[in-house]
């Protein structure tokens, strides 16, 4: 069935440096976008989400961009931190505040000091 | 602290048995949300309550139900456990009567069936 999912498993970054991470998705109906960071023994934790009637949004430090015609989402976090190491997800659903996510396998980022 | 707490922990079980997980959701939200997340993977929706009653449900079997209190508080139950059952189990509450808003996840419960 259609699905989202993440290019790659893990992602080994220089601290400072800027982190890119990559999600497609498959599910042409889909109308929002929300990227969540989970950390050891958490549950995930709301990062930045995006409609697709946008292409690009920014938060601190985080920039989401979506690519439409390619079913394409990233996730930039700049100047990456060590506290940035974490597993991370992105989701998709039909409408915004509808919640019944469907998740990608995640990336998992670990940033080298 | 996102304000969403569920319980127990931790949980361990035989299989065939049976487990009630609890959440309680972000004081003002109606709306609860159930995954399952088993190792290395993400998180797969089970169910939604809102306003007491289901609202949409995930490729789980009906062994998987559930309950939304009028505190809205909720209950996942899980009847005739497999090993596969095994998983951290999380909630989620939002507020759909809203735009704009976004669902806080708890810390989970992570469940082993032996």
């Known amino acids: 069935g259609e699905s989202v999912g993440l290019h790659l498993p893990t992602l080994s970054v220089q601290e400072g440096d800027n982190s890119i991470i990559n999600c497609a998705y498959s599910n042409s109906a889909s109308d929002y976008f929300i990227w969540y960071k989970q950390e050891s023994g958490k549950g995930p934790q709301f990062i930045i989400d995006?409609?697709?009637?946008?292409d690009k949004r920014q938060g601190q430090r985080v920039t989401v961009l979506l690519n439409k015609t390619v079913k394409h989402l990233s996730l930039q976090i700049a100047a990456t931190q060590p506290g940035d190491s974490a597993v991370y997800f992105c989701a998709e659903n039909r409408r915004p505040n509808d919640y019944k996510l469907s998740f990608g396998a995640g990336t998992t980022v670990t940033v080298r000091a | 602290e996102t304000g969403v707490t569920q319980s127990p922990t931790h949980l361990i079980k035989t299989r065939g048995q049976q487990v009630t997980l609890r959440c309680s959701s972000q004081?003002?939200?109606?709306?609860v949300s159930w995954y399952q997340q088993a190792l290395g993977q993400g998180p797969q929706f089970i169910f939604q309550y809102y306003r007491e009653e289901e609202n949409g449900r995930g490729n789980f079997p009906p062994r998987f139900s559930g309950l939304q209190f009028p505190n809205y508080s909720s209950e996942l139950n899980v009847n005739a456990l497999e090993l596969d059952d095994s998983a951290l189990y999380l909630c989620?509450?939002?507020?759909?009567?809203?735009?704009?808003?976004?669902?806080?996840f708890g810390q989970g419960t992570r469940l082993t069936v032996v």
């Open positions: 989620a509450s939002s507020e759909c009567d809203r735009a704009d808003t976004e669902a806080f």
């Open positions: 004081s003002g939200h109606n709306t």
């Open positions: 995006i409609r697709s009637n946008m």
